[in-house]
């Protein structure tokens, strides 16, 4: 189980996926018949009360969820960034210095 994102890095999870899933244009069943999970253990990942978010889900179904979403790096590495401790957010912002090629 999953089960560090738990509070308010659980709750900003759930609002984030509720976004990135209906800015794709799907619904919670759409979502979670291409991750191939159960409608019920997608719906938990989007709730933001006790229970809700990653705190009760397995890596491999955040894991499927997070494919099905067809996410980019950026967009990977925004939700690393919002789930971390803000302290440690602010430090990796800091490090994470775009490159020029």
């Given amino acids: 189980m999953v089960s560090s994102a738990t509070g308010k890095s659980g709750a900003r999870f759930a609002i984030w996926l509720y976004r990135v899933r209906t800015s794709r244009g799907l619904s919670q069943e759409g ?3 291409r991750a191939g999970i159960a409608v019920p253990t ?3 990942l989007e709730r933001t009360g006790k ?3 990653v705190s009760h889900v397995t890596l491999e179904t955040l894991l499927r969820v997070l494919d099905a979403l067809e996410l980019t790096p950026q967009e990977i590495w925004a939700l690393v960034i919002m789930l971390k401790r803000p302290e440690d957010a602010a430090t990796d912002l800091r490090r994470a210095r775009p490159t020029l090629g």
């Fill in 51 to 53: 229970g809700g978010g």
């Fill in 31 to 33: 979502l979670a018949l």
């Fill in 42 to 44: 997608y719906g938990r």
